[in-house]
C-alpha cells in the first residue's frame, strides 16, 4: 500500500503584481458562482439576508409578481381595517376580495413564471390541513370567512397566515426576459471591468514573452497562455476556475503539486501499461519484418548499402567479432582447459581400447606401461595444441598490429573473416534458417514481455519513480 507524502515545491520570489492578479481573478470568480447560484439560493438569502435580496434583485432582472403582490397587499388593508376598527361592512368587503384572489392564485398559477410551483402546493396542503378539508379552494373560501375569523379569533389566524403561508408568498417574483429570448440578466455590468483588465493584462503578459523569447511571435505566446482566454470570455464563466487555479498556485497562494503528482499518477496507472505494451510490441514487429524479408542481413553484411547511417565510422560487426574471438582464446579456452583435455582423454581412449594393434602391444612383457604412459603423453600434447594454438595465435596477432604491416595484415584478416563469415550465413539455407530462427525467438520475447507487462504492478512502479524524484530532491 502505497502511501502519499506532502510534496514540496521550489520556491520563488513571487511579484506583487501576480498575487494581486491572482486575488482578483479569484474574487471574479467568486462573483461569477454567486450570480450562477443566487436564484437557487435567493429564499435563503431573502430569509437570513434580506438585503442582499433587495440589492441583488434588480441585477438579475428579478420583480415582485404582480398577483401575488397584490394578494399580500390586500391581506396588509385587512389586516389595518381591522386594528383601526373599520365597520364590519370594508371588512367583509376586503374579506371577500381575499377570497377572489385565493381562487385566482389557485387557478392561474402565478408561481409558475418563477419555476416555484412547488411553493404553491405547500400553500395549499398547508391551508387544507389548517381547514381540515380536502378542497385547498374551499378551504380558502372557509378560512376568510367572517365567521370563521370570529370563532377562532382574529388576531391568532391573522398571526398564523403571516407566519406560515405568507413567506411562501413573498418569496414569489417575475424575472423578465430580454429581446433575444433569454432571462433578463444584467452581471455583465459587474462583470465587464474585470473582463477590460483580464485583457489588458493579457495582451501585456504576452507581448512580453514575445520580446523576451525571439523564437516565439505574438500569436504563440498566446497560445502559451491559453488558459488565460477563460477570463474574457462573458459565456461559459465556470471554466475561469481554470486560469483562477493556475494562478493561484503559480503565486503560491495554494500549493497543488500533491494533487497533480496524484493526477499524475493516476493518468501514467492507466495509460502506462497499455502504451508500453503497443509501444515493445510495434518495435519487435518492426525487427522481425526486417529480419523476415532480409532487410536486416542486407544492413548487417552489405558494405555497399548507402541508406545504412554510419554514426562512428566503425564496422560494428567486425569490431564484435574481434571482441568474440579475443574473449574466446583469453578468457573462455584456458577456463575449459580441463574439459578439452577430459573429451579428448575419452577419445584417445576410446580408439585405444578397440585398436587390435594397440592390444597386441600391451601383451609384450614390459612395454605395457610404456604404452600407457604414450598414451597420456598423447592426451597432453593434443590438449595442448588446442588450448595453446589460439592462444599462440592471438599473442601473433596482437605482436604483429605493433608495426604498421602488421596492423594491415591484421585488418585485413579481421575483413576476410568478417566477409566469409557474411558470404557463409547468407547462404539461402543458412540465412532462411537463422531468419526462421530470430524471427520465433522475436515472438516468444514479444508474447513472454508483453504477459510480464501486464502481470507487472504498474503503481509499485510508480511509487518507486516518485521515491527516487524524492531523494532527487532531497539532494
Known amino acids: 500500500m502505497t502511501t502519499t507524502k506532502y510534496i514540496r515545491r521550489k520556491t520563488r520570489k513571487v511579484p506583487i503584481f501576480e498575487r494581486i492578479m491572482a486575488f482578483l481573478a479569484l474574487l471574479n470568480f467568486t462573483l461569477v458562482l454567486f450570480n450562477i447560484t443566487y436564484v437557487s439560493f435567493r429564499d435563503f438569502y431573502f430569509d437570513h439576508i434580506p438585503m442582499i435580496v433587495k440589492v441583488y434583485d434588480p441585477i438579475k432582472g428579478i420583480e415582485a409578481n404582480r398577483d401575488t403582490d397584490k394578494y399580500l397587499n390586500s391581506f396588509e388593508e385587512l389586516k389595518t381595517k381591522i386594528y383601526e376598527n373599520y365597520d364590519s361592512v370594508v371588512v367583509k368587503k376586503q374579506l371577500e376580495e381575499l377570497e377572489e384572489l385565493s381562487v385566482d392564485m389557485i387557478n392561474q398559477n402565478p408561481f409558475e413564471v418563477a419555476n416555484k410551483s412547488g411553493s404553491l402546493e405547500k400553500i395549499k396542503n398547508r391551508m387544507r390541513d389548517k381547514m381540515k378539508q380536502d378542497s385547498a379552494k374551499e378551504s380558502f373560501r372557509t378560512f376568510w370567512s367572517e365567521e370563521h375569523l370570529t370563532k377562532n379569533n382574529w388576531s391568532e389566524e391573522l398571526d398564523w397566515f403571516e407566519a406560515e403561508i405568507k413567506p411562501l408568498i413573498a418569496k414569489n417574483y417575475y424575472r423578465g426576459i430580454d429581446e433575444s429570448g433569454r432571462l433578463t440578466d444584467y452581471f455583465g455590468i459587474i462583470d465587464l471591468p474585470f473582463i477590460i483588465i483580464f485583457g489588458l493584462e493579457f495582451l501585456g503578459r504576452t507581448f512580453l ?41 503559480d503565486a503560491q497562494i495554494i500549493n497543488l503539486e ?43 553484411f552489405s558494405s555497399q548499402d548507402r541508406t545504412y547511417i554510419d554514426l562512428n565510422n566503425t564496422n560494428e560487426i567486425e569490431a564484435i567479432a574481434t571482441k568474440l574471438v579475443q574473449i574466446t582464446v583469453c578468457e573462455v579456452i584456458p577456463e575449459i582447459q580441463s574439459d578439452i583435455e577430459a573429451l579428448i582423454r575419452y577419445n584417445v581412449e576410446k580408439v585405444v581400447a578397440e585398436s587390435p594393434t594397440f592390444h597386441r602391444f600391451q601383451q609384450i612383457p614390459g612395454v605395457e606401461n610404456v604404452a600407457n604412459q604414450l598414451s597420456e603423453r598423447l592426451v597432453k600434447e593434443l590438449s595442448n595444441l588446442a588450448t595453446e594454438v589460439p592462444q599462440n595465435a592471438y599473442e601473433t596477432v596482437k605482436a604483429a598490429m605493433a608495426d604498421p604491416e602488421g596492423t594491415k595484415l591484421s585488418e585485413q584478416l579481421v575483413q576476410n573473416f568478417s566477409k566469409a563469415l557474411g558470404r557463409e550465413l547468407q547462404q539461402e539455407h543458412t540465412l532462411e534458417e537463422l531468419q526462421s530462427l530470430v524471427s520465433a525467438f522475436l515472438e516468444e520475447v514479444k508474447i513472454n514481455y508483453v504477459m510480464g507487462m501486464s502481470e507487472e504492478d504498474v503503481e509499485k512502479i510508480l511509487e518507486e519513480t516518485r521515491q527516487l524524484q524524492l531523494k532527487a530532491n532531497k539532494s
Do not use: C, H
Open 209 to 249: 514573452i514575445s520580446r523576451r523569447y525571439p523564437s516565439v511571435n505574438w500569436l504563440e505566446a498566446m497560445l502559451w497562455r491559453w488558459y488565460d482566454i477563460f477570463l474574457l470570455l462573458p459565456f461559459i464563466q465556470f471554466l475561469r476556475i481554470i486560469p483562477i487555479t493556475i494562478r493561484l498556485n
Open 258 to 300: 500533491t494533487i497533480r503528482a496524484q493526477a499524475s499518477r493516476g493518468f501514467l496507472a492507466a495509460i502506462a501499461q497499455e502504451l508500453t505494451e503497443v509501444v515493445i510490441t510495434q518495435v519487435i514487429n518492426q525487427v522481425q519484418r526486417d529480419v523476415t524479408n532480409g532487410e536486416l542481413a542486407k544492413r548487417i
